[in-house]
């Protein structure tokens, strides 16, 4: 019995005559429906006889009983009843992976309809979510299991799957239990490779780019680069390991002229053979060229300058700058400030040594000469009086910056030849804030203009005061 079909069974004696029978049956007494005619022979014996039904309800009370006839008339047996099991899904069993492959496995398992029309699948994926499925076999409708199979390709080889199967009848879907199973190592073959663009492009450098499968092999790679195909140059061995998926691999090279097409092209290897990518190309960028240039080339201690410059190039548009200092036009040099251009390239940075220096600026790889800012003595003269009597003694004194203690003033009088003459060397002693003094006394017998005189030091230039008039007072 299942939930539309039964077997009825019952005897029949023929009493010695021909004979035929039929089932009746039905969900009430009346019954309804009856079997076909069967004949039971013309025995005298009792005869077990059946006859299957089907097209039934499930979960429903049928009556039957049997009627036989012959030439003595017509005989009913007592009435009987069953009752149809209630409709249910399917079952379902996962079992195991079969003739599993790199890239292909055949899934097995076993579906039980009870009694109804059942159809089934394989869910597949390497998580418990699966996302694949294969096509939908029918596994019939009847109450036993039977086998079920689904065969699957296009798998990732060295890589776990989880599967399980699912049966559906029109009672609901069974899941079978989730299994899993991993697809073989492929066989290693020659790597795959793909050339990719060219990024990050100066004037003198680029970073390759490309794509390689190692096909399940130890697989290297390289770049090979120039002017030409026939290439001339090539990058370091690197290592892309030995999976089956392409992998992303690049490489930066230098060293390269600007405003020049390169051809390039990737190559990779493993025990299987070696493979060459296709030709590509790209261009570097024309070069940038920056100017710097001081507005005042030597200044007084204190005082402060200008530097300003241009940058020209592929795009000198915001571009970074970056200004330099070193004692040296050989350097070390150091970064003391960074700008940024405007929209037409230029630059300018203010700046205020203490003592002479070189700079230089930097943008995009390109650097400017070094510029000298060369910084004098800041030399001060004073006279306690500038309208002195004929031989009156007259104090002169004054300071200097940045001190430079020790060392000594040249106090000079422009003469009547139109040169500088000196008159005193003074020395010059420490005073607050970086800065040195000097004082002297001279008895002066004429008019005439006076300054004092710094010779250089190591880092600065020589230093000059502003020229101090003496007039002598008449009468």
């Known amino acids: 019995m299942s939930t539309t079909s039964a077997t009825l069974t019952g005897t029949v004696n023929p009493n010695g005559q021909a004979t035929s029978y039929q089932f009746e049956y039905g969900t009430t ?11 039971a022979g013309n025995g005298t014996t009792d005869l077990s006889v059946s006859a299957s039904i089907g097209s039934l309800s499930p979960n429903t009370t049928y009556h039957y009983r049997i009627l036989a006839t012959n030439a003595s008339g017509p005989a009913s047996g007592a009435d009987r009843t069953f009752t149809t099991p209630a409709a249910q899904p399917p079952a379902a069993g996962t079992a195991n992976a079969t003739s599993v492959t790199a ?6 398992g076993s579906v039980n309809p009870r009694g109804q029309p059942t159809t089934y699948s394989f869910q597949y994926g390497p998580t418990t979510a ?10 019939g409708n009847g109450t036993g299991n039977v086998s079920a199979s689904g065969t699957v390709g296009s798998l990732s080889p060295s890589t776990t799957y989880h599967y399980r199967i699912l049966a559906a009848n029109a009672s609901g879907t069974t899941f079978g239990a989730d299994r899993t199973f991993t697809t073989a190592r492929p066989s290693p073959t020659a790597p795959a490779v793909t050339t990719g663009g060219a990024k990050s492009i100066t004037g003198s450098s680029a970073t390759l780019t ?20 026939a290439y001339t140059r090539s990058t370091p061995t690197a290592n892309a390991g030995s999976g089956t998926r392409s992998v992303r691999v690049s490489r930066a090279v230098g060293s390269l002229s600007p405003s020049t097409t390169y051809h390039y092209r990737i190559v990779a290897s493993n025990a299987s053979g070696t493979t060459v990518g296709a030709d590509r190309t790209f261009t570097t960028a024309r070069p940038y060229r920056l100017t710097l240039a001081a507005s ?41 400030r960074t700008t940024t251009s405007s929209r037409r390239g230029t630059f300018a940075f203010a700046v205020r040594p203490s003592a002479t220096v070189y700079f230089r600026a930097l943008a995009n790889g390109a650097a400017t000469p070094p510029v000298r800012v060369a910084v004098r003595w800041r030399v001060r003269l004073f006279a306690s009086t500038t309208r002195p009597r004929r031989g009156q003694v007259v104090h002169f004194h004054g300071r200097v910056f940045p001190a430079h203690n020790g060392r000594r003033v040249m106090l000079q009088r422009l003469a009547a030849d139109h040169r500088w003459h000196t008159i005193r060397w003074v020395r010059l002693h420490p005073l607050i804030g970086n800065r040195s003094r000097y ?30 008039q003496i007039h002598l007072r008449r009468g």
């Open 29 to 39: 007494t009346t019954y309804g429906a009856q079997t076909s005619m069967t004949s």
């Open 103 to 108: 890239t292909s496995a055949t899934l097995t």
């Open 130 to 139: 699966y996302g694949a499925h294969t096509a939908q076999g029918n596994a």
């Open 210 to 229: 490309g794509t390689v499968n190692p096909k399940a092999g130890a697989t290297t790679y390289y770049f090979q680069y120039g002017t030409s195909t």
């Open 296 to 336: 005042r080339g030597t200044i007084v201690a204190g005082d402060g300058t200008t530097l300003a410059g241009t940058v020209t190039g592929p795009k000198p548009l915001r571009t970074t700058v970056i200004l330099q200092r070193a004692r040296s036009a050989l350097g070390p040099f150091f970064t003391v």
């Open 439 to 468: 004082s002297v006394f001279i008895r002066v017998h004429r008019d005439g203009l006076w300054r004092a005189v710094l010779r250089p030091g190591p880092r600065h230039a020589r230093g000059f005061s502003p020229v101090l």
